[in-house]
């Protein structure tokens, strides 16, 4: 899973090709070969880290994802070294489990529990839809008893959002990707370092860089678990029309984010986000103080079934592949395969021209800035949403901008250098 840019503060570290043994965690295996434990599968996906693959544990026979690190210098070990201290300190049934760590050939490979239905953005992605208010319900009961065991050990995760949210068969919900996360007193907190995910950054979070001795503690998690909220019932975050640069300028200066369309959700939904998204941290709410709000604090075990119903309706959406597009004028079916039988499929000439786009125009998408591969699984088109955003800030300048939605997959900043990382949810759907 990958991050969108981030700065880091302060970092050191000789270069070197073969980093120390005095650097590695006890639960990181040197030198043996992890393709002897473990059998290699599909390949999942790949991010600006390295690769995701599924395995297969050659005795037990149970899966995992392996995320691989390229490990090119002793900075790389130490960043690495601090998502593994993470993972092996937690022991939660919300949390990802580090099942085994291997350093061979220069890469780091994780081996994290896997989670049959990926990412809640891809799930989002697949339906075509953002969740339904009971579904939304029970993952944020889940993701705050999660944050509660995280912050109770004094981690902070940083980077929360739906593509670090993942799905297992049994309909639980696990908190995901801890590459960013920090120990509550290290000194990345204490200095205030900008990391992890721009438009689910807490307000003190993003002052980190212009701000200097600003700090943040674990109350940064809380205002993005409600922006993560909003982006399971809208399926993109707020502000997601705008570029970076002008979202810091947003959640710093204006308003919290609140639902677009606040008539379809009740009361206890919007009462809890506005607990999470108050600006001044020391005012925002506590997990401890969250756990007992209305919207989650009378769930049990039987509503669980929201999330099975999600589960049962994945598992019914037909699995298609898909084909480039013909040439122009050319009349092929653009599906060459579909697991339903049942389905039909009609061949449609590819049109020969482009539709204008005004500035009110939309074309459906949940796609990035740039570009987001097809998702497999839940169309029989190929459609691709783009949601043509125009924003104009008074208070930086006259400035028009037109944005792409942004979602899941590769996404683009314009903030500085134009870079593109990969988010991977460490699972996926068979």
Request: hydrophobic letters at 35%.
């Amino acid at each position: 899973m990958g991050l969108l840019e981030f700065l880091k503060l302060g970092r050191f570290g000789k270069r070197s090709n073969e980093p120390t043994k005095q650097q590695l965690h006890p639960m990181v295996k040197r030198g043996a070969d992890p393709l002897l434990t473990w059998a290699r599968e599909e390949k999942l996906g790949d991010g600006a880290f390295g690769e995701v693959f599924r395995a297969r544990h050659q005795q037990s026979g149970q899966q995992a994802a392996i995320k691989q690190v390229s490990i090119d210098s002793d900075e790389d070990l130490m960043e690495s070294m601090a998502e593994v201290s993470v993972l092996a300190k937690c022991s939660h049934a919300n949390i990802t489990r580090l099942m085994d760590a291997f350093l061979h050939s220069g890469k780091l490979w994780l081996c994290l529990e896997f989670c049959e239905f990926g990412a809640l953005d891809s799930v989002m992605m697949e339906l075509d839809r953002g969740l339904s208010e009971s579904q939304i319900q029970f993952v944020c009961l889940e993701m705050t008893r999660a944050l509660h065991y995280l912050h109770g050990n004094g981690i902070i995760h940083r980077d929360l959002k739906a593509g670090n949210v993942l799905l297992t068969s049994d309909a639980v919900v696990k908190l995901a990707d801890f590459g960013v996360s920090a120990i509550g007193d290290s000194p990345d907190v204490r200095r205030g370092t900008f990391i992890g995910s721009q438009y689910w950054m807490a307000p003190e979070v993003m002052a980190c860089e212009t701000v200097d001795n600003q700090g943040y503690d674990v109350r940064a998690d809380v205002w993005s678990l409600g922006v993560t909220l909003i982006e399971l019932a809208q399926m993109l975050p707020p502000h997601h029309n705008l570029q970076p640069a002008r979202v810091t300028i947003r959640v710093i200066k204006g308003d919290p984010p609140r639902l677009s369309r606040p008539s379809l959700w009740s009361q206890g939904f919007h009462g809890f986000l506005s607990r999470c998204l108050v600006k001044p941290p020391e005012m925002r709410a506590t997990t401890q103080e969250l756990l007992t709000a209305d919207f989650i604090a009378r769930l049990g075990e039987a509503d669980r079934r929201a999330l099975r119903n999600l589960i049962a309706e994945l598992r019914a959406t037909p699995e298609i592949e898909v084909k480039p597009a013909p040439a122009a004028g050319a009349s092929t079916p653009m599906l060459t395969s579909i697991s339903n039988p049942t389905s039909t499929l009609k061949s449609t000439p590819t049109p020969t021209s482009t539709p204008k786009l005004t500035p009110t125009s939309t074309l459906k998408s949940t796609s990035s800035p740039t570009s987001t591969p097809t998702p497999t699984g839940i169309k029989t088109d190929t459609d691709t949403d783009i949601d043509i955003g125009i924003d104009t800030d008074t208070n930086a300048g006259t400035e028009t901008e037109t944005n792409a939605g942004f979602g899941t997959g590769n996404q683009a900043e314009a903030s500085g250098d134009s870079k593109v990382e990969t988010d991977i949810g460490v699972g996926a759907r068979n």
